[in-house]
């Protein structure tokens, strides 16, 4: 008798876009992914990157998901993990700065959305938005300290920076959680995502 597969993991079961071609942010090689995919490493340049469209599906639920997909549900433990040190490693350095903690926190749940919506890598994404506003040396010794990987801190600081090329995805949304933060009363913000566009609208819906 054939044994039976989870629905979710029979690839039998998946769409056509189930498996995708996503850009390397290093070199801009095309990677194949499949949507269950953690992350992979560039065929090209070596460089290991997360899925930019992650999709746990039944495993965000399912009690058996730990033996069905190991890998997955360890990669979306730790990120939620290091997001949450992070941010409490943040909250404490910017406890005289409240403002600079909320705009922080606002921006957080917005990249939430974003990367949601969008895809994108969360760890660079969240890492660099919960540090926007920290000073870079203060925020590479965080990173550090939360034994981070070496092309995950690099590629944060240089986000904070301001470097980067325009079309990478992490890029893009990260200047989305910018522009949604600024303040009324300038010069239109341009966004690089639908999503933020979106976001925007329904914010200024609710003044």
């Not at 190991?70 to 943040?90: C, G, H, I, T, Y």
């Not at 919506?117 to 590479?140: C, F, I, Q, S, Y």
């Amino acid at each position: 008798m054939e044994q039976m597969k989870c629905p979710g993991q029979d690839t039998r079961f998946w769409k056509p876009d189930d498996i995708f071609m996503a850009e390397c942010p290093k070199c801009g090689a095309e990677i194949e992914f499949f949507k269950d995919d953690a992350r992979r490493r560039c065929a090209w340049c070596g460089h290991m990157f997360y899925n930019p469209k992650i999709e746990l599906g039944c495993a965000e639920w399912c009690q058996y998901a730990e033996k069905c997909v190991p890998d997955l549900v360890r990669a979306k433990k730790a990120a939620q993990n290091f997001k949450e040190l992070l941010s409490e490693m943040v909250q404490s350095h910017l406890t005289g700065d409240p403002a600079a903690w909320d705009r922080t926190a606002r921006g957080v749940k917005y990249a939430q959305d974003l990367l949601k919506a969008e895809g994108g890598d969360p760890k660079v994404v969240m890492a660099t938005v919960l540090l926007h506003r920290v000073a870079p040396d203060r925020a590479r010794e965080f990173l550090a300290e939360l034994e981070t990987e070496p092309e995950i801190i690099e590629a944060v600081l240089e986000l904070l920076a301001g470097r980067g090329a325009e079309r990478d995805l992490n890029r893009q949304l990260y200047k989305d959680v910018l522009a949604l933060l600024e303040e009324k009363g300038g010069p239109p913000p341009q966004f690089a995502t639908r999503t933020a566009q979106r976001l925007a609208a329904a914010a200024g819906s609710e003044k």
